[in-house]
T-cell receptor, first 112, second 112 residues
Framework: RKEVEQDPGPFNVPEGATVAFNCTYS??????FFWYRQDCRKEPKLLMS???SGNEDGRFTAQLNRASQYISLLIRDSKLSDSATYLC?????????????FGAGTRLFVKA | DVKVTQSSRYLVKRTGEKVFLECVQD?????MFWYRQDPGLGLRLIYF???????EKGDIPEGYSVSREKKERFSLILESASTNQTSMYLC???????????FGDGTRLSIL
């Protein structure tokens, strides 16, 4: 089983739709969690950190479920510019941040 | 904002050449990383460094070496480039454990 698993997609949604991605992780001792966005042929960029209580940044909402070992990203009112690959990122506890695990990504296409 | 700068966006080299990829960050981060990213394989860690002159192998160090002579600079060296090292190379840094990594723009390297 992969340490971090994501549905590769692609998710094809119309503008204005709400779309949700899940990501599961296998190490129950994981400590910190992030969502990154990566555009085609560009570097990954931090979208948002994921906190235990859940957090929101504009149209984006991230949630963490430690009991079930998954994190989620919800995008409301999708825009064409949201088309990208979304990477789930997990840092295991007590590894100094040197064992960061990147998911393979979920591709999103938002259509007009 | 964290700024991670890679020396080249695109690079073309020949088999057998020694290749240097440079990365500089301006946030006084102790921790720096080199990854490669290939279609279908996601991000793979080559080497990382947690301090000046300190280096640790990642998951795929074979055929690569690194140098960290100054805190802000982390160099990746392909000792004798081969065609299977054609890839997107990404440098990243972070400050403290549980903080997210920040990436440079990436270097798209082609070995002919």
């Amino acid at each position: 089983r992969k340490e971090v698993e994501q549905d590769p997609g692609p998710f094809n949604v119309p503008e204005g739709a709400t779309v949700a991605f899940n990501c599961t992780y296998s190490n129950s001792a994981s400590q910190s969690f992030f969502w990154y966005r990566q555009d085609c042929r560009k570097e990954p960029k931090l979208l948002m950190s994921v906190y235990s209580s859940g957090n929101e940044d504009g149209r984006f909402t991230a949630q963490l479920n430690r009991a079930s070992q998954y994190i989620s990203l919800l995008i409301r009112d999708s825009k064409l510019s949201d088309s990208a690959t979304y990477l789930c990122v997990v840092n295991p506890r007590n590894t100094g941040g040197f064992k960061t695990i990147f998911g393979a990504g979920t591709r999103l296409f938002v259509k007009a | 904002d964290v700024k991670v700068t890679q020396s080249s966006r695109y690079l073309v080299k020949r088999t057998g050449e020694k290749v240097f990829l440079e990365c500089v960050q301006d946030m006084d981060h102790e921790n720096m990383f080199w990854y490669r990213q290939d279609p279908g394989l996601g991000l793979r860690l080559i080497y990382f460094s947690y301090d000046v002159k300190m280096k640790e192998k990642g998951d795929i160090p074979e055929g690569y070496s690194v140098s960290r002579e100054k805190k802000e600079r982390f160099s990746l060296i392909l000792e004798s480039a081969s065609t299977n090292q054609t890839s997107m190379y990404l440098c990243a840094s972070f400050g403290r454990e549980h903080q997210p990594q920040h990436f440079g723009d990436g270097t798209r390297l082609s070995i002919l």
